[in-house]
């Protein structure tokens, strides 16, 4: 019990910052919730899926190749589990009469996205220990919330523009990179002291994330 709690807290306390973040027009607990779900349950299909085929596919067996190291980290890690992310927020959420502010993007994409990393934050601890549980607490799952915000930011100016699509594939594009350019910079640690760079693109992240969240914030339809 005490690894499932120290598991999914993180998770939860997220949920409830960007919640209390969302000021003028809460949405629907159920729908959330369902989001969440397919976060946790289809996302992690996919990415399992698609994660696996590439793998096949590609044959990165150089843990010691940096260009490998690379191909993995962005194409086959990030681009995959943003990808199975974001086809839910686009398909389901997005399409829903609830996503009525630009600021839902954000909330949608991180419900998805917590739920994602939920679910694998329980097969880590669960896999090795209450240690991993305190370290993914302040490294894998906030960096997993952020990627969310970026993502959401744009697809919540999506659903309000004339360039649609142009937003969705920015937003996709951005919670690709700054995943890509974390996992990357923890993939080559055989580099001495590079997986600093990690935690350079997750703080840089969290910046970009609290400023994202004021814009949205600001541009409500439901401010007074």
Known sequence: MTLLLLSIAPAMIIIVFIYLKDKFEKEPIHFLFKNFLMGAFFSILVTLLLGTLLSNFLQLNDAKSIFQQFIK??????LVEEFSKYIIVKY?????????????????AVMVSMGFAALENILYVFQYGFSTGIIRAFTAVPAHATFGILMGYFMGKAKFSNHRVYYNILGLTMATLFHGAYDFFLFINFVPGIAVGAFVSLIIGIVLSKKAIKKHQEDSFFKV
């Open 73 to 78: 980290a962005f194409i086959v890690v990030a």
């Open 92 to 108: 389901y959420a997005q399409k829903n009469k609830e996503f009525n502010e630009p600021f839902d993007g954000i909330v949608y």
